[in-house]
């Protein structure tokens, strides 16, 4: 049977995350009312609040409240759960890959390529098997648990270099993500092993891996060596200008990025990689030119161009997956960085310069954003940034950190829920229970049974 999909006029959107979800609930009901769909093609049935991961792996907001369901909010939209395979632009249709294994061809008026990107990884023996990127709620959830189990089944290890393995927490990439992440990821460490008797925090080796000579680049370089210093403080050992020059079987190889020479090689149960992202395959398996980063080349407006730098009709794009001419000339090469400020802005200019070509009077406008500054949470009550240009750091970096983000979750629901979970956080502290068994859900009642598990037939 064939998967029921509306015979109107459609926009078609690629991805669900900021951009898309945005560009949906700006056009969802305008698009309706001219008569045509707004449809909605995402892998994933929720947008995910990306800047709320680090505090997911810290445990102060629970994972279901940092994404966005979209069936929830986009009540005038079709969504199809799937992934695109690739699209056509002259025949204007997109496949996509269903969750049961079919595809189907779903034919468009306007596309939006908003994909996004994907974590950015290098070919490193032992990367794919023994690493965790931070990208997805499920990476969050995942990494969380996965922390906390280690020291709850390090503290009754005999093996002194089992435990000292389980012990050795490596993240490599000193972005904003990295370094959110390793401060979030040393506050909850910290905060267990003191629940724990068996273990004291000299146990413990948390390590941060970057391979430029500093940390993130998003503020000046006075802030960010106060971080480093910051870090140092908390005991977290900062390596600059090192790499991963392997990670088979968790065994950790750091290298010099100056002679190439060997810094340090030990053991690791625990090992994240958050060194930057890459536009979304998707863009190479469209027909719209990509640049030598593999972004579609977009316009200020917000259309998709062609070789020869003109407007392609009926497509458009934004985000991470795209090269956006930053128009205040602050952008690396001219173009837009890949954060949230630009996605979520650019997707409102988006959303309105394609109806106004596709269904008004072809008015367009450019897209011109004043960066706001950077401000990144370092675990509870600490952070750093500069918003507005502001130096701050400290308890008010951390207070901004959260009134920003907890603002700019999409939904009034969604920032409720956030703020719920905080203030039962302050009232009833830091709450560190590893979830046994996550990948295995499945392990108690086949106990129970005494059977053993069906192998899934193919
Ligand atoms: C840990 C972390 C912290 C961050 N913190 C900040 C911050 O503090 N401030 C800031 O400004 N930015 C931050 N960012 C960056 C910010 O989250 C991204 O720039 C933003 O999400 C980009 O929006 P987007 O819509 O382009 O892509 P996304 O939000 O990533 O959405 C892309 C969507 O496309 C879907 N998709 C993927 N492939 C396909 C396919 N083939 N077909 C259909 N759908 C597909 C995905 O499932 C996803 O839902 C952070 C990112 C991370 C990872």
Redesign the pocket.
């Known amino acids: 049977m064939a998967l029921k999909l509306s015979e109107k006029p459609r926009v078609l959107i ?9 560009v949906a609930q700006q056009l969802q009901k305008k698009v309706k009312a001219a008569g045509g769909v707004v449809t909605l ?4 049935p ?9 505090e997911v792996v810290g445990g102060h907001i629970e994972a279901r409240h940092a994404v966005v369901p979209h069936r929830k909010h986009l009540k005038d939209t079709e969504i199809i759960t ?4 690739s699209v056509d632009h002259e025949a204007k249709v997109a496949a ?1 890959g269903l969750d049961d294994g079919e595809s189907v061809e779903v034919p468009y008026q306007d596309i939006v390529m ?6 950015r990884v290098f070919p490193i023996e032992g990367l794919a098997e023994n690493g965790i990127g ?3 709620i499920e990476e ?1 959830v995942g990494l969380r648990n996965h922390i906390l189990e280690r020291l709850e089944t390090a503290s009754v290890m005999t093996d002194e270099a089992a435990k000292k393995r389980a012990l050795n927490f490596t993240v490599v990439g000193g972005g ?2 990295g370094i ?2 390793i401060a979030e990821m040393e506050d909850i460490i910290r905060a267990a092993v003191d629940q724990n008797p068996r273990l004291a925090q000299s146990d413990v080796r948390i390590v941060l891996v970057e391979a430029m000579g500093r940390i993130m680049p998003e503020v000046s370089e006075e802030q960010a060596e106060g971080v480093v210093e910051h870090l140092r403080g908390r005991g977290v050992e900062v390596l600059l200008n090192t790499s991963l020059g392997s990670a088979v079987d968790g065994e950790l190889t750091l290298i010099s990025m100056k002679d190439k020479s060997e810094v340090d090689k030990f053991a690791a149960d625990t090992l994240v990689w ?1 060194a930057g ?1 890459a536009a ?3 863009a190479r ?1 469209s027909s719209f030119p990509v640049d030598e980063r593999g972004r579609i080349t977009g316009s200020a407006t917000l259309q998709i161009l062609n070789e020869n730098g003109e407007v392609i009709e009926g497509a458009w794009t ?5 090269a956006i001419p930053d128009l205040t000339g602050a952008g690396p090469g001219g173009f837009c960085v ?7 802005r650019q ?1 409102k200019v988006l959303a309105k310069n394609l109806f106004s070509v596709r269904f008004a009077s072809g008015e367009i406008s450019e897209y011109k954003h004043e960066s706001l500054g ?3 949470g370092l675990g509870l009550y600490k952070g750093v940034g500069n918003p507005m240009g502001v130096k701050l750091k400290g308890v008010l970096a951390w207070a901004a ?1 959260r009134g920003y ?1 907890g603002m700019a979750i999409p939904t009034v629901e969604r920032k409720l829920r956030v703020a719920g979970g905080w203030v039962n956080e302050m009232i009833f502290g830091r709450d560190v229970t590893p979830l046994r068994d996550l990948e295995d859900p499945t392990k108690a009642f086949v106990e129970a049974a005494g059977g053993k598990k069906k192998t899934a037939s193919k």
Do not use: R, W
Request: hydrophobic residues 45%; contains cysteine.
């Open positions: 690629v991805g669900g995350g900021y951009v898309g979800l945005t093609v995402d892998p994933l929720y947008m995910t609040y990306q800047p709320f991961l680090p799937g992934k695109v395979t996509i908003a994909a996004g990107a994907t974590t931070l990208k997805t969050a904003f993500a959110e992440c958050t992202v979304n395959a998707v398996s934004a985000g991470d997956i795209a890949p954060n949230a400020q630009h996605a979520s997707a950077a401000v990144a950190h983000h």
